[in-house]
């Protein structure tokens, strides 16, 4: 972790006390020093120290650490996300801003909120309503790392004094270091405890079947694009992980990452046929273009799909809308793909269900 070895020694003055324990996640640490004053540093070497309440921030203090004051109330949420974690720490009411619209969440509260005025759109993160920013007195925006192809968006937030935080969670390598990182906005909010209890849930989950031999069946993920192209996951994605760790295995495993760091690729359904058809289940992704209904519905899409073994087995099943926006329920994720290779006929699962 970039900073981290500086991080546990005294700080402008601030006598260093504990670190924030960390399972999984390995893209930020937490150090905590005396009145509760906690440095963040997120991986690649942003740094932020977190002044609490009715205190300042100390004199010395290195001018590449970015000074965030508590309590948070009116952040700028752009980072996707990042909502679920608030959601989980009944924290959304520290959100005055979005940059999503209320049509674009599928977390209901995120989406009552600006429905009903609580938070407003601000603009995408390529386009900002500086004015509306500015006039809600912001004291955070956080950003997801589309802000790197923009970067005159993030200085000029900077340059109107507003804290600029760029979520990394995307870039853990395991699925629940993704969910760890409810632990960082735990410190942001000062609901530490809360966060903690969030994130053992989530883990416990996983506990509760590691030790479980792997099934040997294979899965097959993906989405038909408008293209007619199947949309497919690298195989170190953290959704092929999730497979794995669900005791299946991922049907392209040799499908590496390239040097843009893209989690997905397209796939001709011809090449996507001569990989997948022998997959024992499917899993389609329906976030991107809407929850199918029925099977009939999905061979629409490429009548090449009849033949595949899933199909005629009736092994299909679909992801629902929310699993990408809820990056609490990982724990929850796993399990479901858990029970569906190892039940005959699962019941009560929450993100996925099979397609008749």
Known sequence: MAGAGTAKEDLAGLKYDHSLELQYADQFAVDYYEGDYALITIEGGDQFLLVPEGKEAPEGLDEDITVIHQPLENIYLVA???MDF?????????????????????????????????????????????????????????ESTMIYHNPEVKEKLEEFGIPVLVEHSSYEN??????EWVKLYGALLDKEEEAEAVFEEQAEK???????????????????NSMGSANVRKSNDYVSKMIELAGGNYIFNDLGTDEEGLSTMNMGMEDFYAG?????????NSTIDGELKSLDELLKKSELLKDFKAVKEGNVWCLTKSMFQETTCLGDVI?????????DDPDGLTYLYRLE
Not at 335 to 343: A, G, Q, S
Request: aromatic content about 10%; charged content about 25%; proline content about 2%.
């Open 276 to 284: 997948a058809r022998d997959a024992d289940y499917i899993i389609y």
């Open 206 to 224: 996983l506990n509760s079947i590691k030790d479980s031999e792997n099934t040997g069946k294979t899965v097959a993920f993906f989405y038909i």
């Open 174 to 179: 395991h699925p629940l270091g993704r969910t």
């Open 80 to 82: 996707t996300s990042t």
């Open 86 to 142: 608030f959601r989980a720490l009944d924290g959304i009411g520290s959100i005055s801003l979005s940059g999503t619209k209320a049509d674009g969440w599928y977390i209901d509260e995120a989406k009552e909120a600006l429905e009903s005025g609580a938070v407003s759109f601000a603009g995408k993160y390529n386009a900002p309503d500086y004015e509306l920013i500015l006039s809600k007195k912001c004291d955070l925006a956080l």
């Open 335 to 343: 399990m479901d793909i858990h029970r569906m290779l190892t039940e």
